[in-house]
T-cell receptor
Framework: DAMVIQNPRYQVTQFGKPVTLSCSQT?????MYWYQQKSSQAPKLLFH???????NEADTPDNFQSRRPNTSFCFLDIRSPGLGDTAMYLC????????????????FGEGSRLTVL | AQSVSQHNHHVILSEAASLELGCNYS??????LFWYVQYPGQHLQLLLK??????LVKGIKGFEAEFIKSKFSFNLRKPSVQWSDTAEYFC???????????FGKGTRLSVIA
């Protein structure tokens, strides 16, 4: 089945130690998103790629970076994780119509739960 | 900026009870509205969506939602819940086009036998 795969599912890291989370998709969707979801909070958009174009949300800390080497893969890099970065990180994809407008439906992976100690 | 409010944090219902989960959004212009569901241990998946047309939207598994523009609401309903409906439910809204999807905090539904 076509899907969105996130790795690792669980990651524990030390304060300040860089971590990379990965996302791959077999849906061939041109838009990929990273959301952060802290306990009992709404998923919060960090950034997204529209094809190769990177779109950062205004309030996303500089500590968070992303790479999309090809259509299928997208990475979230946290350069110096702090305790406040403990959260579930959700990758999602969507596609656009022939006019380049996103359909609005997001397809999610199962998430990577990050714990910073 | 768009914001989404889900007023119920945790709802507990018996099987066969009726369900209504509230969702209100802040933006008064064009909106696309969604309900996503996350079953235990699974990923978020789309339950139903509204873009335009009939404000009563039917989704999967017997769920429906009604868009009431005057109330800025998009409440989720199901006439008779089942144990398998136990999940977390998220309302989400964007302002049309390529605007970001903004999520509510979610409502956890527990259905007991």
């Amino acid at each position: 089945d076509a899907m969105v795969i996130q790795n690792p599912r669980y990651q524990v890291t030390q304060f300040g130690k860089p971590v990379t989370l990965s996302c791959s998709q077999t849906l061939n969707h041109n838009v990929m998103y990273w959301y952060q979801q802290k306990s009992s909070q709404a998923p919060k958009l960090l950034f997204h790629y529209y094809d190769k174009d990177f779109n950062n949300e205004a309030d996303t800390p500089d500590n968070f970076q992303s790479r999309r080497p090809n259509t299928s893969f997208c990475f979230l890099d946290i350069r110096s994780p702090g305790l406040g970065d403990t959260a579930m990180y959700l990758c999602a994809t969507s596609k656009t119509n022939t006019l380049g407008v996103r359909t609005g439906e997001l397809f999610f992976g199962e998430g990577s739960r990050l714990t910073v100690l | 900026a768009q914001s989404v409010s889900q007023h119920n944090h945790h709802v507990i219902l018996s099987e066969a009870a009726s369900l209504e989960l509230g969702c209100n959004y802040s933006y008064g212009g064009t909106v696309n509205l969604f309900w996503y569901v996350q079953y235990p241990g699974q990923h978020l998946q789309l339950l139903l969506k509204y873009f335009s047309g009939d404000p009563l939207v039917k989704g999967i598994k017997g769920f429906e939602a009604e868009f009431i523009k005057s109330k800025f609401s998009f409440n989720l309903r199901k006439p008779s819940v089942q144990w398998s409906d136990t999940a977390e439910y998220f309302c989400a809204v964007n302002s049309g086009g390529n605007t970001p999807l903004v999520f509510g905090k979610g409502t956890r539904l527990s259905v007991i036998a």
